[in-house]
């Protein structure tokens, strides 16, 4: 189920996670986007063509009015990466390429 915000293009799911409405594009997207490479809105339309300006702006509002939150989910993401890494088993093939001497 997806809720309606004040921003215009902007649904928020079940799991509180801001979302492009219509697409399956997350904000966080289009701000890793800008952080990383410094892109502008025109710039992300370039890279997304998919999504409108106002789409693009209506995400970077969202993020600039929640930034602390976003931020804080941005650094956590690596944590839980390595989280995720130490608790599953690797697959057979990487299994078979470590045995090779292919894989650290």
């Known amino acids: 189920m ?3 915000t004040a921003y215009a ?5 079940e799991r509180a996670v801001p979302y492009l409405a219509g697409t399956e594009t997350k904000v ?3 701000v890793l986007d800008r952080l990383a490479y410094g892109w502008s809105a025109e710039e992300i339309h370039l890279q997304h063509p998919h999504l409108t300006l106002g789409q693009i702006h209506s995400a970077l509002a969202y993020y600039w ?12 993401r690596p944590e839980h990466v390595e989280g995720l890494k130490a608790t599953s ?3 057979r093939l990487v ?3 470590k045995a090779q001497g292919l894989l650290p």
């Open 9 to 13: 293009h902007i649904v928020i799911d």
């Open 95 to 97: 299994k078979r390429l």
């Open 2 to 4: 997806l809720n309606q």
């Open 89 to 91: 088993e690797s697959s």
């Open 28 to 30: 966080i997207e289009l």
């Open 65 to 76: 009015d929640h930034q602390a939150e976003l931020d804080e989910d941005i650094q956590q």
